[in-house]
């Protein structure tokens, strides 16, 4: 039976079965109402006693739970949310904000009308939709002297990543005479981005608090990491004696493989973090001038860009589909999302299309590397090459 007690492993606290038990069956010091009652009393759970026994055990589990969460709150590897960001502000490390997708529409009017944007708040602001019941709302308050057409800068209303086909934007939410329509004839001028994850933040955490050590792994991918211009890096490690391990490290070797960066500035981040007399795998040699003027030859590696190639058929479910922007937005999502060594899955690229064309039945999709082999799932052809889809060309929408 578990117990409540802080000690080196943390906080622990009883299950809820513990507790019952606790209940019926006493602890040391106090009896339990089997010793005070009589062991044959009734305490099923469709009983009077019973259901008074677990009122008083899920209170207490309550509080106990509580009491962990805060607890756990406290440790940024375990803390959520505005918690999380509190603990992280200790190693000056701050959440990456979401953005909001701006758009323009052209508003059609038949009479002067002004219509209030954003910048009057609290006063709700002019709203438009599409098909799908993604909403913008204007930015900056605009008044049409007389009957006309303008584009005006609207803004999703939700953060992330919010996009609507060409000719898509044509429900005016907020009512106002004399606005007779709403069209966006463009894509969106900039996409918004999603607000960081507290496990995407969790980890920039450990590798900035990773950054002053040595001879650590995580801390040399910290200090990779932080080279200005680095997009992404990965390490293999190879401590064994086997030469070469799986990876084709050599034995008690690293190899780097990072994308983005001057080579020079890779090289200096290798150099102070790797361990002294540790091997180095790659064809990117850079020599270092050690503090005896002496030059050290530190070799990583570039990832090689593998081009990747989609396909799917789409139907309009409902009303039509905007094939050529939904190929534009599909090689804007993924054209170069993917990271070293990453496998890419036709279910993401589906589930991105659904989400912004929910009225799109998808069939036929698949990947190639080759443009003539399809597949649902395809995995980079080693571990330091990375996929790419160059432009619209391999992006083919039927």
Known sequence: MSSNSLGAAGLTIQTLADIISEILDGAPGYPGLKAIYGADINVDANSPDGQVVNLYAQGKIDVLEMLQS???SFDPDQ??????????????????????????????????????????????????????????????????????????LFQAAQMGVIQSAIGTITVPVTVLAGVTSVSNPAGATSVGVAE???????????????????????GLLAALIDVEGVTQAIVFENETNTNPDANGVPAHSIWCIVAGGASADVAAAIYVKKNAGCGMKGSVSVQVTQFDGTLFAVVFDRPTLETLWFKATLTAITGSLDKTAIAAAILAEFGGSYGINQKADTADIIAYIKSIAPNASVSLEGLSTDNANWYPLVTPTAVNYQFDIPDVSHVTIS
């Open 196 to 218: 960081e994850t507290d496990a995407a933040l969790r980890i920039r955490r450990a590798n900035s608090v990773a950054l002053p050590s040595k001879g650590w792994y995580q």
């Open 70 to 72: 805060i607890y756990d």
């Open 79 to 152: 803390a959520v949310g505005v918690a999380l960001d509190e603990r992280c502000a200790i190693n000056g490390v701050a959440r990456e904000p979401g953005t909001y997708t701006q758009q323009y529409v052209t508003v059609t009017t038949s009479q002067a009308v002004t219509l209030p944007g954003l910048d009057l708040y609290p006063l709700a602001p002019f709203t438009v939709a599409d098909g799908n019941g993604n909403q913008y709302q204007l930015v900056a308050t605009y008044s049409f002297l007389t009957a006309g057409a303008t584009s005006l």
